[in-house]
């Protein structure tokens, strides 16, 4: 009976945690939104800008992504494709894109087989080399964007005392309850996490995403370079950026993030994985995210309250939860992000949260993870090792480890 009325009460404590959350969560979507009405996208002197863009594959969807970089209102850019060898099949989907704009110029590069643990970040090295302008922007192959996109994700760097932009996103379901539930972690977890971190304390870390930064400001933090060991490569540019004394910025601009996993293992090993990597790149603040969440605290709830023979206080504390619940897919994935879906599925947040909370704790367990196939051992500070020695090298026969070459010519 002791144990239950313990147990109780620590349900107790974890709702009303979970509810000051959703109440900062009120305050910094009312925050985000003002500033999405106040920001202007027009400028006096627009600069040149280069797209980064590295692939690895086939993803669902990825000829709409990439042409909706291809169709940027803006007056100078350039884009700058990656891909390990020319057999990767997503450079034929580049081709049939590029045919539509060919007055965008593009290049890509050959970079090879990786030689340090983030093989993005490698390719992103051998990218860098190629650039023609001083603003840059690094986005992953899986996401879409509206035509006013480096409009609105340059315009704060024209600050000198901003170092990068980063961009929140919606979270797009290709199929399947997997694909669907992993959306709504995008558009509502992440959501939450990162603007009530702005919030409280401005942006230090960036977002995989999108990354816009200039030369200048890459170079003193010490290039790609300096990412190539670690894991979660956009955390630690954004703290680098931010400990070097400028500002890290989250755009007005919302983008669309594809969900690709639409079974249940891939979806789950990514979720586990992106759980790991938080967990040893900022293990205090991953500690301290379980107070926000609320269905492990109304399942508790509710069965303390059945134990001590008052099942009406249990059900009443797993109702608050689920309530909390629907009303944060609101707040974050309708309020901040404007995803139609958050508002449709709101009803599955609930299990997404639960989820979310089994995911937080098999992070403890473990340190290795599956990336892109290969295997690899986290470290504390965000570094990982690959399992297995190092990766294996390109044969006589393959590309040499850095090529670049006009897609247009591609054969």
């Known amino acids: 009976m002791v144990i239950a009325q313990a147990l109780l009460w620590f349900a107790v404590?974890?709702?009303?945690?979970?509810?000051?959350?959703?109440?900062?969560?009120?305050?910094?979507?009312?925050?985000?939104?003002?500033?999405?009405?106040?920001?202007?996208?027009?400028?006096?002197?627009?600069?040149?800008?280069?797209?980064?863009?590295?692939?690895?594959?086939?993803?669902?969807?990825?000829?709409?992504?990439?042409?909706?970089?291809?169709?940027?209102?803006?007056?100078?850019?350039?884009?700058?494709?990656?891909?390990?060898?020319?057999?990767?099949?997503?450079?034929?989907?580049?081709?049939?894109?590029?045919?539509r704009y060919p007055q965008v110029p593009v290049r890509l590069v050959l970079s090879g087989e990786p030689d340090r643990p983030n093989a993005k970040v490698c390719s992103l090295q051998k990218m860098y080399a190629q650039v023609s302008h001083d603003y840059l922007v690094v986005s992953d192959s899986d996401v879409r964007v509206a035509s006013n996109y480096l409009r609105e994700v340059i315009r704060p760097l024209l600050d000198r005392n901003v170092g990068l932009v980063t961009c929140l996103y919606r979270g797009v379901p290709t199929g399947g309850i997997w694909s669907r539930l992993e959306?709504?972690?995008?558009?509502?977890?992440?959501?939450?996490?990162?603007?009530?971190?702005?919030?409280?304390?401005?942006?230090?870390?960036?977002?995989?995403?999108?990354?816009?930064?200039?030369?200048?400001?890459?170079?003193?933090?010490?290039?790609?370079?300096?990412?190539?060991?670690?894991?979660?490569?956009?955390?630690?540019?954004?703290?680098?950026?931010?400990?070097?004394?400028?500002?890290?910025?989250?755009?007005?601009?919302?983008?669309?993030?594809?969900?690709?996993?639409?079974?249940?293992?891939?979806?789950?090993?990514?979720?586990?994985?992106?759980?790991?990597?938080?967990?040893?790149?900022?293990?205090?603040?991953?500690?301290g995210s379980v107070l926000t969440f609320a269905m492990p605290f109304g399942l508790l709830g509710a069965g303390a309250g059945i134990a001590l023979g008052r099942p009406l206080l249990g059900l009443a504390l797993l109702a608050v939860a689920v309530l909390n619940r629907l009303l944060m897919a609101i707040t974050a994935g309708w309020g901040a992000v404007h995803d139609r879906r958050s508002l449709r599925d709101c009803w599955l947040y609930p299990v997404r949260d639960l989820m979310g909370f089994f995911f937080w704790v098999g992070s403890f367990f473990g340190r290795r993870i599956i990336w892109r196939g290969n295997r690899y051992r986290l470290e504390y500070g965000g570094k990982m090792v690959r399992i297995g020695g190092a990766p294996t090298t390109a044969t006589p026969t393959e590309e040499p480890a850095s090529t670049t070459v006009a897609v247009d010519h591609l054969a």
């Open 13 to 99: 404590a974890g709702l009303v945690s979970c509810t000051g959350f959703l109440v900062l969560l009120a305050a910094a979507t009312q925050r985000f939104r003002r500033r999405q009405r106040r920001a202007g996208t027009s400028a006096t002197v627009l600069p040149p800008v280069s797209l980064l863009k590295p692939l690895c594959g086939l993803e669902p969807g990825l000829e709409a992504n990439l042409a909706s970089f291809f169709a940027q209102d803006y007056p100078d850019f350039e884009i700058i494709f990656g891909a390990r060898s020319s057999e990767d099949p997503a450079l034929q989907v580049i081709r049939a894109v590029q045919k």
């Open 183 to 287: 959306a709504l972690g995008m558009s509502i977890e992440m959501t939450s996490g990162v603007i009530v971190a702005d919030i409280l304390e401005g942006m230090r870390f960036a977002l995989g995403p999108t990354m816009a930064i200039r030369r200048d400001v890459l170079q003193a933090v010490g290039g790609f370079e300096v990412l190539a060991n670690y894991c979660a490569d956009d955390y630690i540019l954004g703290q680098e950026v931010y400990k070097s004394g400028r500002r890290v910025v989250l755009s007005e601009h919302v983008i669309d993030h594809v969900v690709y996993n639409r079974s249940f293992k891939p979806s789950i090993l990514h979720q586990l994985r992106w759980m790991k990597s938080t967990r040893f790149s900022r293990p205090k603040g991953h500690i």
